[in-house]
């Protein structure tokens, strides 16, 4: 080989070399196919939209105006406090995996516990945090137990929870001094994991539980914590009635509660516990009262309503059941209502569309809001994202659907194509929030988002709810059938360019539509989506078994294990002759990794493109940063090339 040869062949090994340098290698963690290198400029030319975080708030310090919230620095969302409105974040955790629910202890604050599972299998163990030394201590069994909803006491030294400990399957009662972990107890052996402890009586005898069967029929209980007797509050003979937030009344002899008993909505009333006389106390309200907070005084009640996807707050006066609403509350969704021991300051988090989750602190006494976090958007510009529009449009039957509507930016002209995010559950719903990551989409790409509350969503009254249920699943694929149609008649969007995606249920959903309606969509993404109904019940975890049958179906009744056969896109795959892509997390204990991968295997036989990743160190959804940019990455090449070509 001649020099000249020599140089040419030199200078082509560098320039792959260089070219190999600006892809963007998945980690030891990802499994892709399909998916074209990602370069490191499309990572930089994105990198704003990736680097906003939230803050949420955790738990009040019981001595000090101070708290606990979560918010991410690194790779994944830890424990920080914050001394002051808009202090510093100080981080006291520092795990590779999220952690979750922390409180503190109520008397002195002398640590706090907190919940963390591994790589998203949902296995949340409990941890003492003690912050005299910054000392770890796991206070659970540590295996492959689930170890959830921790509630103190009256007298603050023991807590009550539910752990799967027993069996593995069953969510069963217990309680512990947290400073000595061998002083567990099991107070009520459960069957299943339908069981929630809503609140200790003042005395610390009895524990209030509910017992859900569905989204759409749960019962109230005590239980007598020394022989574990457990006494119904609601009759058992009620069917399909809902109960959600419980707290016991200030002198004991009573409760509030929230129910949709006689009625589409959840209302707040107040049950006498000796005569079970119920007194509706917000039957003005047409909407659901979906939280309720009761100071530690029990002197005031909060509560918060859930109207057509927009939050308000209300506070209530125990002493005679007189409300009035909160005025200074930021517009947006509100999560978690925390009182503080003052029994005068409430902190919770709102995250708007323009705003991401951010803690704020209500003055119940002067009204004053003050925010307490202000989380950093990445270098977005929040004047410039899109307020959501609600919509609404007839579906197959007639019955009205509705939806938020986000706009791209008015840069960009011509027909807009449209992507529809389908939200899981499918008992939740859609709300007006921060877009994060999507604005991209909307800014930067010119694609509309259209987030759709088909049947079964949550908020529209439980008749709504219960629209979808068992045969009669395939309604809300037809209501996004609708809304294609609805999406038509709108002069400033493109009917011909639709892309499909959903999380969960809303996998599924996307899944259905890529086979009912393959010629009305260009592709679909599918988030850790059932993709045969049969065989996601059979392998989903076994503590959540039997309340996903109540959702969808028993697939050990030979009628519903064909109706499963004929719906699944899993048995409609040839149907599918749109691009795919299929995200999953490799430890998704709700959905398990199965379901993708039967789905991407049966696809493939179309001939079709189909995208598959997956991460190993997930579960249901991906959490990590690192993991959450690739996705995004991949998402983008997908639409552009899928979508706008």
């Not at 990198?47 to 606990?68: D, F, N, Q, V």
């Not at 499909?500 to 959903?509: A, D, E, P, T």
């Not at 795959?573 to 959905?591: M, S, T, Y």
Request: proline residues 4%.
């Amino acid at each position: 080989m001649n020099s000249k040869k020599k140089f040419l062949l030199i200078c082509i090994l560098i320039a792959n070399s260089a070219l190999h340098a600006q892809e963007i290698k998945p980690t030891e963690n990802l499994i892709v196919e399909g998916v074209p290198p990602i370069t490191t400029t499309l990572a930089s030319d994105v990198k704003r939209y990736t680097e906003s975080r939230a803050a949420g708030c955790l738990s009040w310090h019981p001595k000090k105006t101070e708290m606990l919230i979560s918010t991410r620095f690194g790779n994944t969302p830890q424990i920080h406090t914050v001394k002051m409105p808009l202090g510093a974040r100080t981080q006291l955790t520092f795990f590779d995996e999220p952690t979750g629910y922390a409180t503190y202890e109520p008397i002195n604050g002398d640590y706090f516990l907190f919940l963390k599972d591994i790589g998203g299998n949902e296995f949340t163990q409990i941890y003492r945090y003690d912050i005299a030394d910054g000392k770890i201590s796991l206070i659970t069994d540590g295996g492959r137990t689930k170890n959830n909803g921790i509630i103190w006491n009256n007298k603050e030294n023991l807590i009550a929870y539910t752990s799967t400990k027993r069996n593995g399957k069953d969510g069963d009662i217990y309680i512990m001094d947290p400073r000595n972990p061998s002083s567990e107890k099991l107070i009520t052996e459960e069957n299943g994991e339908n069981c929630a402890i809503l609140d200790w009586s003042t005395d610390d005898k009895t524990l209030l539980i509910k017992e859900s069967l569905s989204t759409n029929e749960s019962h109230l209980y005590l239980v007598n914590i020394a022989n574990s007797k457990k006494i119904a509050l609601t009759p058992f003979s009620e069917k399909e009635i809902a109960y959600g937030s419980a707290d016991f009344s200030r002198d004991g002899k009573g409760l509030y509660f929230t129910t949709d008993k006689d009625n589409e909505f959840k209302r707040l009333a107040y049950m006498d516990i000796n005569t079970k006389k119920v007194t509706y106390l917000t039957n003005a309200i047409k909407w659901d009262v979906d939280e309720v907070s009761l100071s530690n005084d029990r002197s005031k009640l909060l509560f918060k309503t859930n109207e057509a996807g927009i939050n308000k707050l209300y506070i209530l006066n125990t002493s005679n059941n007189t409300y009035s609403a909160v005025k200074n509350i930021p517009i947006g969704l509100i999560n978690g209502l925390q009182w503080h021991k003052n029994n005068q300051l409430v902190a919770t988090t709102i995250n708007a569309a323009k705003s991401t989750s951010d803690v704020y602190v209500l003055n119940v006494k002067t009204q004053k809001v003050e925010r307490w976090t202000e989380s950093e958007l990445g270098g977005i510009n929040p004047n410039t994202l899109s307020e959501p529009t609600l919509i609404k449009w007839k579906s197959f039957d007639n019955i009205d659907i509705s939806g938020f509507y986000y706009k791209p930016s008015s840069t960009f002209s011509g027909k807009r194509p449209v992507v529809i995010n389908i939200h899981g559950g499918p008992e939740t719903q859609s709300f007006p929030v921060f877009q994060g990551r999507n604005n991209y989409f909307l800014n930067e790409l010119g694609v509309a988002i259209i987030y759709p509350n088909v049947r079964g969503s949550l908020g529209y009254g439980k008749t709504f709810t219960k629209l979808d249920d068992g045969m009669l699943r395939e309604n809300s694929v037809k209501d996004i059938g609708a809304l294609m149609n609805w999406i038509a008649q709108q002069p400033e969007l493109d009917a011909n360019r639709i892309m499909i995606v959903g999380g969960s249920y809303g996998g599924y959903m996307s899944l259905a539509v890529s086979t009912m309606y393959a010629d009305r969509i260009r592709c679909a993404i599918d988030i850790v989506g059932i993709s045969n109904f049969n065989t996601f019940l059979q392998n989903t975890e076994s503590y959540r078994r039997d309340l996903r049958r109540v959702e969808y179906g028993d697939e050990r009744d030979a009628n519903m294990k064909a109706f499963f056969d004929k719906i699944s896109p899993m048995n409609n795959a040839a149907k599918i002759k749109k691009p795919l892509f299929i995200v999953q997390g490799g430890n998704d204990p709700r959905v398990p990794r199965t379901e993708a991968v039967q789905m991407k295997e049966a696809v493939k036989q179309n001939g079709i493109p189909v995208w598959y990743l997956e991460a190993k160190d997930e579960g249901h959804g991906f959490r990590k940063k690192n993991n959450t940019d690739f996705q995004f990455y991949a998402t983008i090449l997908f639409i552009k090339k899928y979508l706008l070509e």
